[in-house]
């Protein structure tokens, strides 16, 4: 429950303010929430996390869970880098920043990261993303066995978790055996509660498999929950002209490209400008925004 968290950590915060542990804990809580919110919450919230990260450090600048927490929140991967190694050169044991470090790593070279989520592991067995984490840098190195077996150890640890199922279906994407995965996914709840799991487990797969119309309603049920995700009025806009309605997708696409080029724009909106760009069939354009980010 991490809104409750937060409220706790501001609660502690507001009775002492040099409470420096609590402000990196709230850094991290805040972190966690944008990171599964998709980029849905308020906007007013955005940048708060890494606000409170430095906040942390600058009352206590040897604090490990203050680095961590600079870590998690940093915008750019360098930065993310630097603080992760004060972390864990003050504390080695902190499986969390082991973790963290094998994120930072996975999509740059996932057979480097593996190592790192299975230290952390040892460190802290609790930390069952390592399995899902593993699995999804094993597939990314296309070795589906190897993959389902870490999905298979982290369902034995962590049963209840959702992503078990989420990653299956995202291992039969990548073979673009899209009609299994829809349907492993069709009745799962879970879904819909998160927005990037949403349009990748059912908008892209249904667009992939040039179902369209399809693609198009799943993809309007999307933005009518979480009406600030990029991404998700990005794939809604490719679907839109995938599916017969290109002055409607060309018009939403034109929206996201002007907001990102403002100057003031995050790399995450970028990001989605090239999205909008792809899902128009303007690769120069697309190839210019992944530049620009």
Not at 41 to 52: V, Y
Not at 216 to 232: D, N
Not at 243 to 262: D, K, P, Y
Request: hydrophobic content about 45%.
């Amino acid at each position: 429950d991490r809104s409750r968290a937060i409220a706790l950590f501001d609660q502690a915060i507001e009775r002492d303010p040099q409470l420096v542990e609590a402000r990196a804990s709230l850094a991290q809580a805040l972190y966690l929430e944008e990171f599964y919110a998709g980029g849905t919450r308020d906007p007013g919230s955005e940048g708060r996390a890494i606000r409170e990260a430095e906040a942390a450090l600058a009352v206590d600048p040897d604090l490990p869970a203050a680095h961590m927490a600079v870590a998690l929140a940093s915008p750019t991967i360098s930065r993310a880098a630097s603080a992760l190694a004060r972390a864990i050169s003050a504390d080695p044991s902190n499986g969390e920043a082991w973790h963290h470090a094998g994120d930072l790593l996975s999509e740059l070279d996932p057979e480097r990261a593996i190592p790192l989520y299975r230290a952390s592991l040892v460190l802290e067995p609790t930390i069952d993303a390592n399995h899902r984490d593993t699995a999804a840098a094993l597939a990314a190195l296309g070795d589906r066995a190897e993959a389902e077996r870490a999905i298979a150890a982290g369902e034995a640890a962590r049963p209840d978790r959702p992503w078990w199922k989420q990653m299956r279906a995202r291992l039969d994407i990548q073979e673009r055996q899209f009609d299994r995965a829809l349907a492993a996914l069709a009745t799962e709840p879970s879904v819909e509660s998160t927005p990037i799991v949403w349009a990748m487990a059912r908008v892209v797969p249904l667009a992939m498999a040039g179902r369209a119309a399809e693609a198009r309603k799943e993809g309007e049920r999307l933005v009518a929950k979480f009406p600030v995700f990029c991404e998700g009025r990005a794939l809604l806009a490719g679907a839109d002209v995938d599916s017969g309605e290109r002055e409607r997708g060309e018009a939403a696409a034109r929206e996201i490209m002007l907001a990102a080029r403002h100057q003031d724009a995050p790399p995450s909106l970028r990001a989605c400008a090239a999205l909008a760009a792809a899902g128009m069939g303007q690769a120069a354009q697309a190839g210019d925004w992944l530049g620009r980010v």
